[in-house]
């Protein structure tokens, strides 16, 4: 949708102080397992790949701007969870909750680790995060 | 737990600029229907709360005061989803994910609308939003 080049980088179990970010999505996983997905961008890198998608620039993180990160989350999670229900792994997902604050951190309260995976794409960096009671 | 005066106010529909705190807990729900549950403190009432629950002056946003709130997350979610199970809707809670960030605002990416519920307390003030698909 944002014609963006991404690069993923290598995932690394997440200590807390990590990877803060000024816009994130986080959906509810519930089903065999319960945990949390989160998606984290930058403010530069989130108004970048918005204003690609809407062919447009956005100047700053308005209603647009949240609902597409949170579409973002949709999309990832309903991917990770089709690949997880091939191996038979049966998830739900909550609905998005998008939350919006300059270099905000994320702590999942999940009884697993919780995995980050960094992405390098060419509007700036993103973060996946997920966490699994096991 | 922290021997707290709670005072609910009146329930509102949520505008998006709203309510913007400093420590929030995020749950996703699913089940028959989809949604998210959030709980939002200033620092100063989620700081005062939690030196009531450990008996011991805490000073900062440190990973005892993000846990004590995925925990109060944990109980709002499950006390809210027994009594709406009474009334024939079968909900499911994720683990709670934890934001920390001066003056974050959240936003419920649902098809229904954000209801939010402002309490007092003798420690500050503390809002509980909810929304769901339907």
Do not use: W
């Amino acid at each position: 949708m944002a014609q963006l080049k991404v690069t993923p980088g290598r995932p690394y179990l997440k200590d807390n102080s990590d990877a803060p970010g000024d816009v994130s999505a986080i959906i509810g996983i519930t089903g065999d397992t319960e945990g949390s997905l989160s998606i984290t961008f930058s403010a530069d890198s989130i108004k970048e790949v918005v204003s690609r998608m809407l062919g447009e620039e956005v100047m700053e993180i308005n209603d647009d701007v949240k609902d597409a990160v949170g579409e973002l989350a949709n999309i990832i999670s309903g991917d990770a969870r089709r690949e997880l229900e091939e191996k038979g792994l049966r998830l739900q997902g909550s609905i998005p909750t998008v939350v919006a604050g300059p270099r905000h951190e994320i702590k999942h309260i999940g009884k697993g680790p919780t995995i980050a995976i960094p992405f390098e794409t060419d509007a700036g960096p993103v973060t996946v995060e997920v966490c699994f009671n096991r």
